[in-house]
């Protein structure tokens, strides 16, 4: 499967505006939205993908694989459960600074193209053998 890397960065752009307003206003349904945002990216089905699509329709000149990039939405799934379960259970710093690492995350991908949870998925490649990788996909 191949993704248009435009439509990545339109939705990192569109998620770091997401959690800094998570951020500004402690708003645990915002962050609740984002982590669904998070989990149907994970299961190849992003709404801000989805809104590009309707918005850009000349297609991409260049395609990537699409594992790295779920993998990455799972990564910030993980971290927006880890901010609403700081958020439910009182524990600010454990809110915040879910939210601002995956915040950090969606910039630098939305800004400079780095994704991290891409490059964590390739450096997991690259540690696994390849016979583990076959198995599971």
């Known amino acids: 499967m191949r993704a248009d890397p435009r439509a990545l960065r339109f939705g990192a752009a569109v998620t770091t ?3 800094a ?19 149907l990216g994970l299961a190849g089905r992003s709404p801000y993908g989805m809104v590009f699509r309707a918005l ?6 260049v395609t990537e694989d ?3 990039p779920r993998f990455a939405q799972g990564v910030g799934l993980a971290f927006a459960v880890a901010g609403l379960a700081g958020f439910v259970a009182g ?16 910039f630098l991908n939305a800004a400079f193209g780095l994704c991290l949870g ?10 696994l053998p390849a016979a583990t990788w076959e198995v599971h996909q």
């Open 118 to 127: 891409c490059e964590t998925y390739l450096l997991i490649r690259r540690l």
């Open 56 to 61: 850009v329709t000349s297609a991409p000149k």
């Open 91 to 106: 524990i600010t710093p454990l809110a915040l600074g879910a939210t601002a690492a995956a915040l950090l995350a969606a």
């Open 17 to 19: 505006l997401v959690l």
């Open 21 to 39: 307003l998570v951020l500004v206003t402690g708003s645990v349904w915002l962050l609740a939205a984002q982590a669904v945002v998070f989990a």
């Open 66 to 68: 699409a594992r790295p």
